[in-house]
């Protein structure tokens, strides 16, 4: 495994600054975008002000009966926003016309808490009819979600999206990052969305909660850039021949816990799939940034929440209609609210 070790954290500490300057940048960059775009905190306030408080207790009651469903929402507004922007399109049920995003790569056998969406929808509808957005739910769940079990940094999330007419399979499969993706390919797929290597790797954070099939943990056993007793261990827990979908932890310290032993694994050579590991294993800035979030988790949980707001800023394509959505999983037979 490449990792840093003394001289390393040598040079971690020496561009430490270079990190706190990206992050500056990343912040600033996430506030530029909500200043000049539409979005805003209380764009619901008067017509809907219930909104959060609907959501908190949606979210609450969803992960105090799953705890694996927080990390399944804070994903869903991530893949979400990856494809032709933060638009609600993965909510989309394929029909005898149309396929959405839910069997792409990514998605299929894999993207869930749809059913809780659906919930906070329907107690939205009876609150305030035709008003919230499917979109925004999904960025005020991801929220709630991480913070339920265990974000400190409860950052402001700005709404005010529409909800896509349409959504893309092919789109998915090409934007949404591959677990077999190497650092290079993550910074172009990041890049693509306007998000920089702070962004990244805070982001790719998330992964210190939720579960992977044994089915894909496979792919990476012979991986060196992990160490060679975890994944003889790995190995033990997802044998050849056995059960694809079952599930093995992220995180395998602190799985349920929304922290920075993400990190700590990583330096560790205990990535479970490779887009993670190469954030570590890849020499670069990328490795004193992990090694910054590892050492400081308030560090981190400040910057997950400042990339959050910047990838939530990410816009359907110039000229894109839009609707608020009755049921999450359709359009309506008619728009409630159109724009070119």
Not at 222 to 249: I, M, V
Not at 261 to 284: A, C, H, M, V
Request: charged fraction near 25%.
């Amino acid at each position: 495994m490449k990792a840093m070790g003394a001289s390393g954290a040598v040079m971690a500490v020496r561009v430490l600054s270079v990190v706190v300057l990206l992050a500056v940048v990343s912040t600033v960059g996430a506030e530029a975008v909500v200043a000049s775009g539409l979005l805003t905190t209380d764009y619901y306030a008067r017509s809907c002000p219930r909104l959060s408080s609907i959501v908190k207790e949606e979210v609450q009651k969803a992960v105090k009966v799953e705890k694996r469903m927080a990390a399944s929402l804070v994903r869903l507004h991530f893949h979400d926003c990856f494809v032709h922007g933060c638009d609600g399109s993965i909510l989309l049920d394929d029909t005898a016309t149309f396929i959405g995003e839910k069997t792409a790569a990514a998605n299929n056998n894999s993207a869930r808490g749809f059913e809780v969406i659906d919930g906070i929808k329907a107690k939205l509808e009876e609150a305030c009819p035709k008003t919230v957005s499917c979109a925004d739910i999904l960025a005020l769940a991801s929220r709630d979600s991480a913070v339920e079990v265990g974000l400190s940094e409860r950052y402001p999330v700005f709404v005010g999206r529409l909800d896509s007419l349409n959504a893309s399979r092919d789109e998915a499969n090409l934007r949404l990052p591959s677990p077999r993706a190497n650092y290079s390919e993550l910074k172009k797929n990041f890049e693509f969305q306007g998000l920089n290597e702070v962004d990244l790797i805070a982001l790719s954070g998330a992964h210190t909660i939720g579960k992977v099939r044994c089915q894909i943990v496979r792919l990476f056993l012979n991986d060196t850039d992990t160490n060679a007793e975890f994944r003889s261990n790995l190995a033990k827990e997802c044998p050849a021949g056995g059960d694809d979908f079952k599930l093995q932890n992220l995180d395998l310290k602190t799985p349920e816990k929304f922290d920075n032993n993400y990190f700590k694994n990583l330096r560790r050579g205990e990535g479970i799939i490779r887009s993670d590991q190469t954030l570590w294993s890849t020499p670069g800035i990328n490795q004193a940034i992990v090694w910054d979030f590892a050492r400081n988790q308030k560090t981190f949980f400040r910057q997950f929440a400042f990339s959050t707001i910047k990838m939530g800023n990410i816009r359907p394509p110039a000229g894109t209609k839009g609707e608020i959505r009755e049921n999450c999983r359709a359009v309506n037979s008619a728009p409630l609210v159109a724009s070119e």
